[in-house]
């Protein structure tokens, strides 16, 4: 591995599912559904007690924003472009086969920005405000934790342990 990069190691299985939630969240960035709760936790307003406010700040910035976190996931469906072939069809032997990506240091950044972003969504859908609300003897939380063991791993990566 160079310096300029970041390894990430994934099996097959990861790399397909990770693609797939990824392609999920794009769909949900582009279709900027005004009413959906997880795109305004992914673009909150700074003024919550003040509805003219918090209208024209969503105005001016929500688009953008969003506009953002797409090229931000871009980024990363582009580095999981490896995985895209094994979408129609994945033998047992490829399902458990190691890849190693590489991500340049310039696109970390992104990483960190749509895997959390993700969590952020994932979190609205299953109602987790604070930890009290996550049960991790539920299986609907197992994508959840996957994503924060996925951004865990991405940081220790970026910070060299």
């Known amino acids: 591995m ?9 099996v097959t299985l990861e790399g ?10 794009t769909t ?18 700074p003024y ?17 924003l969003l506009e953002r976190r797409l090229a931000d996931a871009d980024v ?9 072939s094994f979408r129609a069809s994945m033998t047992d032997d490829d399902m458990l086969r190691a890849h190693t990506l590489e ?4 696109e970390v950044d992104a990483w960190l920005r749509t895997l959390n972003a993700i969590r952020l ?26 994503i924060g063991y996925r951004l865990e791993l991405l940081i220790d990566a970026e910070m060299g342990d």
Do not use: C
Request: charge should be negative; aromatic fraction near 6%.
């Open 103 to 106: 991500v340049p240091r310039g």
């Open 16 to 25: 397909v599912r990770l693609d797939e939630v990824v392609d999920e969240y």
């Open 76 to 84: 990363v469906r582009r580095a999981l472009a490896p995985f895209q």
């Open 28 to 45: 949900l960035l582009s279709s900027a559904d005004a009413n959906d709760e997880a795109l305004d936790r992914l673009a909150p307003t």
């Open 121 to 146: 969504v994932l979190a609205t859908r299953l109602g987790i405000i604070d930890d009290d609300d996550h049960d991790p003897e539920d299986p609907r939380f197992g994508i959840y934790d996957w």
């Open 48 to 64: 919550p007690d003040d509805e003219h406010a918090s209208r024209d700040f969503a105005e001016a910035t929500r688009d953008d």
């Open 2 to 10: 160079s310096a300029a990069a970041v390894e990430i190691t994934l």
